[in-house]
């Protein structure tokens, strides 16, 4: 479906999108968070939980408030914790540049890039 041409301008892009400051200091910020066990073992509790309370929730289960505070309390450990949060802030300063760029490609190719770039995922979404 792309041309070589695109694939070629894709792939530059790519490029310069990787080596920029900010996209660096995204990466090198996930980086330091997938490196630290603490802050993956507080992601992985926080999903686990999150998942957990959504399966309840839809089987019509009344949550408790407590574990509901006890979830939030959770969330803010894991939010404030330094890694975690140097890795969010730094995601926060590249989500605008991406989207703008997509939005940038979206219009010339007629088509949303998102999709063409993740496929299975685009079909999946409703």
């Keep these: 479906?792309?041309?070589?041409?695109?694939?070629?301008?894709?792939?530059?892009?790519?490029?310069?999108?990787?080596?920029?400051?900010?996209?660096?200091?995204?990466?090198?910020?996930?980086?330091?968070?997938?490196?630290?066990?603490?802050?993956?073992?507080?992601?992985?509790?926080?999903?686990?939980?999150?998942?957990?309370?959504?399966?309840?929730?839809?089987?019509?289960?009344?949550?408790p408030r407590s574990e509901i505070e006890a979830f939030n309390a959770l969330k803010r450990q894991v939010y404030l914790y330094p890694r975690i949060a140097d890795r969010e802030a730094a995601t926060a300063l590249v989500k605008p540049n991406f989207a703008e760029i997509a939005d940038e490609i979206n219009l010339p190719l007629g088509v949303e890039f998102a999709a063409l770039a993740h496929p299975a995922e685009a079909k999946e979404k409703p």
């Design 1 to 63: 479906m792309l041309t070589e041409e695109l694939r070629t301008a894709a792939r530059a892009l790519g490029e310069a999108l990787r080596v920029s400051e900010a996209v660096q200091k995204y990466l090198n910020a996930r980086a330091d968070c997938e490196a630290d066990p603490e802050a993956v073992d507080l992601e992985k509790r926080l999903l686990a939980r999150y998942e957990e309370l959504i399966t309840r929730q839809q089987r019509g289960d009344l949550l």
